[in-house]
């Protein structure tokens, strides 16, 4: 799951409003991937129950409802992500995102840490709109405001589940 938005990668505004992860607008993609018999092979690929919660149907409605996504796509500037991607892009950094955080989308097949082809076929999602793939931990750059006299190392990438689970000493 996540919050998910879409955005020009040039000027780095919002192209819609972020989708939260309770919102269940998406379901009628999972109504479809049901009807052409697609839930159980996105199951079967991702390891993830197909539904709304998670980011893939909510990529596939905001693209089904928002026809000057598809204008920004032919300029090569669209990007899909979850709301950590754009506020790194908003600090100074290229959107990039965790693994953990990827293994979510339902667009990364179970065991791997990379866009899988097949699920981007299944819900017609380009790579190329996606923000790379990085480890959670590591160095990603300095991440940067105008109000900001220097820059903030950011080392980790993780989102609230990951984290708690972190913060609460679920490690290995």
Same mark, same amino acid.
């Given at each position: 799951?996540?919050?998910?938005?879409?955005?020009?990668?040039?000027?780095?505004? =919002?192209?819609?409003?972020?989708?939260?992860?309770?919102?269940?607008?998406?379901?009628?993609?999972?109504?479809?991937?049901?009807?052409?018999?697609?839930?159980?092979?996105?199951?079967?690929?991702?390891?993830?129950?197909?539904?709304?919660? $998670?980011?893939?149907?909510?990529?596939?409605?905001?693209?089904?409802?928002? @026809?000057?996504?598809?204008?920004?796509?032919?300029?090569?500037?669209?990007?899909?992500?979850?709301?950590?991607?754009?506020?790194?892009?908003?600090?100074?950094?290229?959107?990039?995102?965790?693994?953990?955080?990827?293994?979510?989308?339902?667009?990364?097949?179970?065991?791997?840490?990379? +866009?899988?082809?097949?699920?981007?076929?299944? $819900?017609?999602?380009?790579?190329? +709109?996606?923000? @790379?793939?990085? @480890?959670?931990?590591?160095?990603?750059?300095?991440?940067?405001? =105008?109000? +900001?006299?220097?820059?903030? @190392?950011?080392?980790?990438?993780?989102?609230?589940? =990951?984290?708690?689970?972190?913060?609460?000493?679920?490690?290995?």
């Amino acid at each position: 799951g996540g919050t998910v938005l879409a955005w020009d990668s040039e000027a780095l505004d =919002p192209l819609t409003s972020a989708i939260v992860w309770s919102d269940r607008r998406a379901n009628s993609v999972v109504q479809d991937l049901i009807q052409r018999d697609l839930a159980d092979r996105v199951a079967s690929l991702s390891g993830i129950r197909t539904e709304s919660y $998670f980011c893939a149907a909510k990529y596939r409605w905001m693209l089904d409802s928002h @026809p000057d996504l598809h204008r920004t796509a032919k300029m090569g500037r669209l990007h899909l992500g979850t709301l950590e991607t754009w506020l790194m892009a908003q600090l100074g950094l290229e959107p990039q995102t965790d693994s953990g955080t990827a293994s979510r989308t339902q667009l990364v097949r179970l065991g791997e840490s990379t +866009w899988n082809g097949d699920l981007l076929d299944i $819900f017609a999602i380009d790579a190329s +709109w996606l923000a @790379p793939i990085v @480890p959670t931990l590591g160095y990603r750059g300095d991440l940067v405001h =105008p109000s +900001w006299r220097v820059g903030i @190392p950011l080392h980790c990438v993780m989102v609230d589940q =990951p984290a708690a689970l972190v913060g609460t000493g679920g490690t290995s």
